[in-house]
């Protein structure tokens, strides 16, 4: 057999034995890895409204325990009117959590899905009942450059939101937004409500995060006004 | 015969100390900087590296007598790379946390220069037996480096140990402060470049140069 054929043929056994292998690694282990995965989510969830601690660890079934009792998933019409049911699956209505104690909305959860610099940002944005304060801000999967604009996963960057106004004192909407900078530097002392500190190196990654956040929150506002004239209602048939 | 004297203890001792892979030879920095700001993703990235260095020394050097010349650069790594591909899997099923933590970085050991160069420059003509010798010692040369490096800068960085506060309150209440420039990676790179002047220095490696 000639070299080149040898090669061939090593390179063809080689390639076989690895994939076994690989497809094998990976179909055994995928049912841990997406329970892992659904997990975190829920758990993001739960720290966008504060019910869990960032320097704390849970197990899996605590975290499944709190959020099937606390957590339930709902749909925002174009008008705002939250539904249940079928209904969530419709086209036009948007996924809504809602952080529901002793059957009163405390809280709403919007979840993020918007372009970053090099591809997807998740995450989920909670606001309180009054439809305007931010409760906390979660990153849950994200492909930024890590060191720069890969520092949004950081705790203090998140905790940043807490507490901010998504509209002024007006009542008009605003958004939230991420400064260039520190806040207090960058931004005048009115506005400093809707403004989070900025990543030094980041600034694309933190203007796509406000263009972002703003387009989608734009997309709640009917269910947001609804919460701010304290018009928002469970649906009858949850 | 002494057992520093065998030529299996110095195979791995020889990377581990005098012919270290960061502090002498300079490879493997990038990982270096990245993960050891806590000592435990340096802990973490340290078993990775040495399931992946020492697993794909022995199987290059079982296979290094039929291996075709001309694509065993590719062989080689295509081995490492399945190698990871396994750690990385493992560790997004078992320690997902950790495995988000180190992010993109168990990814990359497929290029950490250090594996390669091993199974390229000694796996491929050694026995198995050696290689595997030659990978422990330089995963214990790698880890060593990396954790003694995590040591300094989650101490001072964010005065904790492994996660455990070990810096009493009192030092901070009278005006104590953690180093912010420990937690960056110019950090990493003064640090090691200050280990591989001492460890040149104790072992008596000289420059060539």
Redesign the interface.
Known sequence: MS?MA??IV??VL??AV?GV??TG??TA?QP??QK??E??RRKNILLAVDMVSRDQRYTHEEISALYEEKIERFGATQTGEIVSGDRIDADPVLPIYLYIENDEINAYIVPIDTPGVWGEISGYLAIDADGSTVRGFTITRHSET??LG?EIERQWFQENFEGKRIVDRQGTFVSVRVARGDVERQVDEEDRPHYVDGISGATLTGQKLTEGLEQILYRYEPVSIRFRDNRAELPDDR | MKLTRTKTFKTFAGPAWTNNPINVQMLGICSALAVTIQLNTALVMTLAMTFVITMASLIVSVMRKIIPGNIRIIVELAVIASLVVLTDEFLRAYYYEMSRMLSIFVGLIITNCIILGRTEGFAMSNTPHLAVMDGLGNAAGYGSVLLSVAFIRELFGSGKIFGYDVIPQSFYDAGYENMGIMLLAPAAFIIIGLMAWLQKYLAGVEDEG
Do not use: E, R, T
Request: overall charge negative; aromatic content about 4%; charged content about 15%.
């Open positions: 070299d040898k090669s090593f390179a080689m390639c690895l292998l690989l690694a990976a282990l841990l890895q892992n995965v997990n975190d890590p060191g890969g």
